[in-house]
């Protein structure tokens, strides 16, 4: 069947795909979901705990901040320590030496042991004129008799004699 225009179109054809956009006819509104509130802060513990750090330290630092700060601060203790300890070695009279060695520190006359004479006997021994004791040794000495077989210990058999063993000396 053809007519004056054409070949005639079947109306059990299949509809040809378009590749242009078409144009929709009035479309109904579709309902527009409401926007998703704000979130609320969550008082939680873990929360209120980051508030109150931030106020205490607002300006927290940061570890390496945090490790030459520690640095500087022993550098300045050395420097200290080291400037205390020149201090004190200057206001020594004379050049001083550390000497060892054993000297006995004789009775006072209350009985009990004089190391700074000690100490002055071993340093003059080494050249020097006078002494600090600086450690000293015990030592008890007790008499032959204590060896004897079947003999008691009597009060006066054993004594305790004190040693200076290390002095420095000036």
């Known amino acids: 069947?053809?007519?004056?225009?054409g070949p005639a179109l079947s109306q059990n054809a299949p509809a040809q795909p378009s590749l242009s956009l078409q144009e929709q006819?009035?479309?109904?509104p579709q309902p527009q979901s409401e926007p998703a509130p704000a979130r609320?802060?969550?008082?939680?513990?873990?929360?209120?705990?980051?508030k109150l750090f931030d106020k205490i330290m607002p300006d927290l630092k940061s570890p390496s901040e945090t490790i030459h700060d520690l640095n500087a601060r022993a550098k300045d203790?050395?420097?200290?320590a080291v400037k205390d300890?020149?201090?004190?070695?200057?206001?020594?009279p004379g050049p001083a030496s550390m000497v060892s060695g054993r000297a006995i520190c004789p009775n006072a006359a209350n009985g009990t042991?004089?190391?700074?004479?000690?100490?002055?006997?071993l340093c003059q021994s080494r050249g020097f004129k006078d002494g600090k004791s600086l450690a000293t040794d015990s030592v008890q000495?007790?008499?032959?008799?204590?060896?004897?077989?079947?003999?008691?210990?009597?009060?006066?058999?054993?004594?305790?004699?004190?040693?200076?063993?290390?002095?420095?000396?000036?």
């Open 113 to 121: 042991p004089d190391c700074k004479l000690g100490a002055d006997k």
């Open 141 to 170: 000495s007790c008499s032959a008799k204590i060896l004897i077989p079947g003999r008691t210990r009597k009060p006066g058999d054993c004594r305790t004699d004190d040693y200076v063993t290390a002095a420095l000396c000036q």
């Open 40 to 50: 609320k802060e969550n008082p939680g513990l873990i929360n209120e705990m980051g």
């Open 1 to 5: 069947m053809f007519g004056p225009t």
């Open 77 to 80: 203790s050395v420097e200290h």
């Open 85 to 92: 300890a020149g201090d004190a070695l200057s206001h020594m």
């Open 25 to 28: 006819g009035p479309s109904t």
